[in-house]
């Protein structure tokens, strides 16, 4: 009987013992998990835009702004004699109980916020400083970017036939050339994009941010011959080491750039339109025809009746999926960058609607 006692007692210690250490252990592992969550969830609700704005359908936001998750460890433990049997013999009973309760709170993104987040162009200065990061520039331009000086980023699909300008020549052409000859230097090291902040100016809380752009010479012939043809397309002028990047269009003055940005919608529109659609769904006039397939897009977005299993992020829409394929790393990178996007185009978020959730497991 001593030695059942003795062992009850060590069972209680330790499980006494161990009920101390469960945040620190849970720690890691639940800032994995919401973490991914998190990131897997932003990533569906920006693809369930496309799909929104594909069908005409109104986009909207909503920020997780609060993640509690409290734990509740419950034990009990009892040690008896049972009289009424012979020999004697003592009973006893050990139990715990682990509960995670975890509350989510969400805001919509409205008034102001969703003005600013959706609406507002983003600026130079925010955007060329995401190459110097190492974001292939073309990909962030061709995303980003409505025009730089008169080169003009709308292709084709976006003009219909009987359009005014449709026989307009909007030099696309040289924009794709030129933002396919900047990601070459990029990648050879001859491109340089500097950021500076001018000093705070009397009467006004906020710092002014300027974007200059520098182009390195080089030796290779190969590579000073698209340095010669980029610095052409930009006006560079030999008299300023390097360029001053400003919002935009149109011809620059001596020693700028003119670019053209988009707003998140604007962006989000662009890259709706590519996305292909079922044909049942065309001929019921839900939504407008596809675009051709030879014009191609860099977010290809494929759609099926079952949700497949090799997929970067799914969502369902209107009786259908709409996924991309996990090893289509050219849509991948597109998409990731337009998820950035998103998030540099946010701002602070006033008081307004809150919706929290709490959950019990």
Known sequence: ?????????????????????????????????????????????????????????????????????????QQSAFLGVASDTFPIRPNGGIAAQLQQNPTFTFQPVTGDAYAHSFLSPLSPASLLPLAMGGLPIDVLMQLSVQSINSMSNNRPFSKNTGDVDSNTNYNTE???????????????????IQLQQSPQVKE??????????????????NLEKITQITKKLLNFSPRYKRME?????????????????????????????????P??????GGASKNVNKEEGSLIDIKYGKSNPDNKFVSIYYDKY????????????????????????SKTNQSTGAIVTIPVNK
Request: charged residues 20%.
């Open 245 to 277: 990047v400003v919002y935009g269009s149109g011809a620059p003055k001596a020693g700028e750039i003119n670019i053209l940005s988009r707003s998140m919608l604007s962006i989000l529109g662009q890259v709706a339109y590519q996305i292909n659609i």
């Open 174 to 192: 040289e924009f794709f050339e030129l933002i396919h000859n900047l990601r070459l230097l990029q990648a050879s090291g001859l491109l340089e």
């Open 279 to 284: 044909d049942d769904e065309l001929s019921s």
């Open 204 to 221: 006004k809380s906020y710092v002014t941010s300027h974007v200059f752009l520098n182009i390195y010479p080089t030796q290779n012939p």
């Open 1 to 73: 009987m001593y030695k059942i006692k003795k062992t009850i007692c060590v069972i209680l210690s330790l499980s006494l013992g161990g009920c101390y250490n469960v945040g620190a252990k849970r720690l890691g592992d639940d800032q994995d998990k919401y973490s991914s969550s998190i990131i897997e969830s932003n990533k569906r609700q920006t693809l369930q835009n496309l799909i929104r704005l594909r069908y005409a359908d109104t986009p909207g936001l909503l920020d997780a702004t609060q993640l509690i998750s409290g734990y509740q460890f």
């Open 321 to 344: 999926y709409y996924w991309i394929d996990r090893k289509d790393f050219k849509s991948k990178l597109a998409f990731t960058i337009t998820q950035m996007l998103l998030e540099l």
